[in-house]
């Protein structure tokens, strides 16, 4: 295998090589570019109201949207191309990182972000069930507290902000800190149950809440950390080169494939589980509960995303890899930090 990339690399010559990689980069932003481009065309068409690509064929009534969202997928994939020919001498290696710290800091937001909500709402779901919010917050603003569609924009919106900003400020990801949440929160339950004999419905979604966020967000980096379960009888046994042409055709053909399948089908229409949940800010029916059912359709949606991002970052590395380019990543095959 290697002599034949070495015999197709002296056919290119260097020119020839260096266009390769230019292609390969262009790619891996165009795939990074193209998700972009969708979630901003679900954000005008299923939450703006606004008519999409669809009405440019006639089947609606189109409307600056539409041209705006042709726009966008247009440059979604011009704007890569641009950049990418702007810098022909950088590095394969360098790409792969620069879109790998984009999934990291989605996925370090995530985290504060769901902390942030998880111990708030409990803590509002805690006075609730205890008969303390309406002594603490009055009437008016319990009330409030008490419907989704209050709780959702006014107290989760803004700590979603904050993380968000949070985690310009930070560098870990948090896996083993929300880990230790996890299990902080189910010896809460626990305890409270065998000692006390107390347990209500929010313990248990904060619990559910918790791991979901975990399990979910930890997949992008656990791929770049190469720590997934791999069947790898023959896969150990490859060159360095082969693994990388490997890694990067399954990241395209298989990887790619099914994060925008998670995508089409949950983000597609209003009726579509993501955007259904998302819109009505849904809540579980165990009463004095958290209100928090709807992240758990948004964390399918962010993983998909978070894993198109990474699976993008992982054909660009993979690329390089099989090139031969120096500075070879060595993955520890962990789960994260």
Known sequence: M???AAGVDEALGHSGGRTSGLVIRALGWISVAMIGAYILNIVFTVYLDQPGLAALAGEAQAGASSFVILLIYAAAIAVPIALTVRAPERSLRADAMAINAIVTYLIRAA???VVFVGAA????SFLRVEGL???IMGPELAGDLGRSRFRGPYVHVPLIILGALLALRTKTLGFHWLALLV???ELAIVIGRFVFSYEQAFQGDLVRFWYGALFLFASAYTLFDDGHVRVDVVYAGLSERTKGLINAIGSMVLGLVVCWIVLLFGMGDKSSIINSALLTFEVSQSGFGMYVKYWMAVFLGLFAVAMG??????FVEGMANWRGEPGQRKASGGSGH
Do not use: M, Y
């Open 121 to 124: 709402d409990a803590f509002i």
């Open 133 to 135: 919010l309406e002594t």
């Open 183 to 185: 299990v902080l929160a």
């Open 2 to 4: 290697n002599e034949v």
């Open 309 to 314: 991002l990474q699976f993008s970052s992982t």
């Open 111 to 113: 985290f504060w972000a």
